[in-house]
Structures are given as C-alpha cells and as structure tokens.
C-alpha cells in the first residue's frame, strides 16, 4: 500500500512517478498500474535504480509515550484582548472526507487553565503552513485490498480519554489523563453488491487505505491513512 518514486530508469519517463505498491518481496516489487502513472517503459536490466518512499510515516507507538504540552492563545487584536490557554494536551482528532468537497481534520485540546490579558502573549508567531489542498475527488480508497469507486464519504476519529481531576486543595487538577487511543469511524457507499453487508454479517477485520492527492499528476504530493485492521460494527442502507 506504501507509494515509492523511482530515479535511475533508462528511461526518463519512467522516473519521479508514484507507484503505488502491490507486492513486496526479496529482490521484487510490483505496482498498481494506477491512471496517473500514464505509460511505464520496459527496461532491460542494468540500470540502477533507486526507490524510495516519499516524504515521512507518523503512527501511535506502542511504547515511548511523552506527555506533550501546548500554550494556545487566541488573540482578538480589535479589543486587544488575549485569552491563553496552558498545558494542553491533544484530546481528539477528527479526520472527513467528502466525495465532492475538500478534506478536513479537526483537533480537540483539553487544558489545566486559561488566562486572560490586554497584551498578546505570542507577538511573533509562526505563520501557518500555505500547502495544497487534497481532496476527496482526487483520492483512492481502497477496502480489504481492492479499490473502490463507490465509496462516498469517509470519517475517521481519534480520541484519547483525556480528562482532568479534582483534587483536595487546589482548583486545578495535577495534570491532564489520557488514556488508550480509540480509533473509530464511518463510511457511506453506493450499495452496488452484499459485499460491505456481509463483511459486516461475518465480522471480517480487514484494512482500509486512504489515499489523498494534491492534484492529478503523476508525482503529485499525498497523504495515506493506513487503517489496517477494521471491523464494521453497525450497517444500514
């Protein structure tokens, strides 16, 4: 499921492409022969090439967990008032991809305290990133290994349990708790055949790759949300 580029090929063209991976072994891989790749040239062998998976894998861990903390301030420059927000921690993540619309991701923070000045706190932040937009009408799903062309929205949702406590003695809990990750999430489809029903009838854990692209081209920059153990645990239509 991983996207790899290629540098190296006799063949220019065959170079900089994404190719979507569909087996991986000792000296072999092969591709999904993907619209956007266009036309790939047979090569003899002898050329050497290099593939490399682009840009950078996030994922939870199992151990080394750290206790991040962020400062969020809302700066209302018109009445020149600051509200700041301390030790917060990501609480939630809510990720939603329409079919006819772009992408988005939410982010809930759960905090110690606030505060609140007539002075702004950050004077310099930094800017926020300007980078392309995906969206759901130049992505890829693809469900239990095969790509799917009816699926009309995907949510996908994090939550953290986190939670502050009451303690003796002081207004303010010790810190913020967070606990197991829960991933959960829903889908609509076209009902075109059983099959999604019947995965859900059998409870069949399968993975779900969400492929998003900036744009149409052949190394057009993307995000993949690898889901590789799902199980549907409610249906209608």
Not at 6 to 18: C, E, R, Y
Not at 38 to 43: A, F
Not at 47 to 73: C, M, Q, R, W
């Amino acid at each position: 499921g991983d996207i790899v580029r290629a540098t190296g090929f006799a063949a220019s063209a065959n170079n900089n492409k994404n190719y979507r991976l569909a087996t991986v072994a000792a000296l072999s891989m092969t591709y999904v022969a993907d619209a956007w790749i266009g036309t790939v040239t047979t090569e003899s062998a002898g050329a050497t090439v290099t593939v490399t998976a682009k840009g950078k894998k996030l994922s939870i861990p199992t151990t080394g967990h750290t206790n991040d903390y962020f400062t969020i301030e809302e700066w209302n420059d018109d009445i020149e008032q600051s509200e700041r927000d301390v030790d917060c921690k990501v609480s939630s993540m809510a990720i939603s991809i329409p079919a006819n619309g772009n992408a988005t991701i939410n982010f809930g923070f759960l905090g110690r305290n606030a505060s609140y000045d007539t002075a702004q706190y950050f004077v310099s932040p930094t800017a926020a990133p300007d980078g392309d937009i995906v969206a759901g009408a130049t992505g890829l799903l693809s469900y239990n290994g095969v790509d799917s062309v009816v699926l009309t929205s995907v949510n996908v949702n994090l939550d953290a349990g986190a939670e502050v406590k009451s303690v003796v003695g002081s207004n303010l809990s010790p810190d913020v708790f967070t606990n197991a990750a829960v991933i959960s999430g829903s889908m609509a489809a076209l009902y075109e055949n059983a099959t999604i029903l019947g995965d859900f009838d059998d409870e069949v854990e399968a993975p779900l790759f969400i492929y998003l692209f900036a744009d149409s081209t052949a190394s057009s920059d993307f995000i993949i949300i690898k889901l590789p153990n799902i199980k549907i645990n409610s249906a209608e239509k």
